[in-house]
């Protein structure tokens, strides 16, 4: 019985999800749901399209529902009201409010009875996964994680959040000699603002105070501030003709000892490279709905991680074709 998936948002992480579902034969797309007016919305699949508020009238057509909007404003209020009815995947990524998510999720998706897997993606998710696994076999070391070079969807989404700001993308840039001294063994102590740098293209509406969007943007706590930010302000048409793609990735590095007398270095390096960030976050999210079908079919509810959820629920493919082909 394949697993019927709901989409919020049709941005391009809602247009990701929409194609690796494509991908993936024991699921289909049940529909797409817009805050815009569903019959100017005409998706790549041809599937239905629905008002936002249509969603609640649907709780018997969709298994689990894939929330597809920013961190910055949507997700903390989308996510405690949707996994009221549905089991609910969101990327959250807003990594210093992951906890205070998690709690408003958790307490939702338990007086509902429904499941909800968050902060599912790449990062957090896929390099959470690999900071664990990290710590928990080089028990004597350090964590390095490095993006980029590439655009990271949140913060892009936080810019144009801003008032005055019409569009806008961001590069998250790793430092190369901070990149250098980790992989050498060193263990170097470093600051965030020593590994990586954030690059701005802002497209202003006319008239606004461009000093002022500089400002909010590089004191913005949670996205900038941390880091040395240079913002170039162009036109729309400069934005479309050179940051129209969405490359990204980054590095996981556990830099740790080995051996009685700690005498050993080893590393371990998981990395990522990616022509188009949002449609892989898009395959994971996917995923990570098989995985919340899975569990909620076992009677879990609440609100889980990556951390949370048995790998095998990712796949699927059974324990014992797993065993044979991957183990």
Avoid at 288 to 313: H, I, N, Q, W
């Amino acid at each position: 019985m394949s697993i019927r998936i709901g989409i919020v948002g049709y941005g391009n992480i809602g247009r990701g999800v929409e194609a690796a579902i494509s991908y993936n034969p024991d699921t289909e797309l049940a529909g797409i749901f817009t805050r815009r007016a569903p019959e100017e919305l005409k998706s790549a699949t041809s599937a239905p399209v629905y008002h936002i508020d249509q969603a609640k009238d649907m709780t018997s057509e969709i298994d689990v529902m894939i929330l597809c909007g920013g961190s910055a404003t949507d997700l903390p209020k989308q996510s405690p009201e949707f996994v009221k009815l549905f089991n609910i995947v969101d990327s959250f990524d807003t990594h210093a409010k992951i906890p205070e998510h998690f709690s408003a999720v958790d307490a939702a998706a338990k007086s509902s009875g429904h499941i909800a897997i968050i902060s599912a993606g790449w990062d957090p998710g896929m390099f959470s996964l690999n900071r664990l696994l990290g710590n928990v076999i080089l028990t004597d070391g350090a964590d390095y994680t490095f993006w980029g070079k590439g655009i990271s969807q949140g913060h892009s989404d936080a810019i144009r959040r801003i008032e005055g700001v019409l569009d806008a993308k961001q590069y998250t840039i790793p430092i190369p000699s901070a990149l250098e001294q980790v992989r050498s063994g060193s263990a170097p102590k470093l600051t965030t603002r020593e590994k990586h740098t954030r690059e701005c293209f802002v497209v202003a509406a006319p008239g606004a105070d461009k000093a002022r969007i500089e400002h909010e943007i590089k004191t913005m706590e949670n996205y900038f501030a941390d880091y040395d930010t240079t913002v170039h302000f162009i036109s729309q048409e400069e934005l479309d003709r050179d940051h129209s793609a969405m490359p990204h990735g980054g590095f996981v590095i556990r830099s740790g000892k080995t051996g009685l007398a700690h005498e050993h270095n080893a590393t371990i390096e998981y990395s990522l490279k990616l022509d188009s960030n949002p449609e892989f976050t898009s395959c994971i999210l996917v995923a990570c709905a098989r995985a919340a079908a899975r569990m909620y079919s076992e009677g879990l509810t609440g609100c889980k991680t990556l951390f949370d959820v048995p790998p095998a629920y990712l796949s699927s493919l059974s324990g014992e074709e797993l065993r044979r082909t991957m183990l």
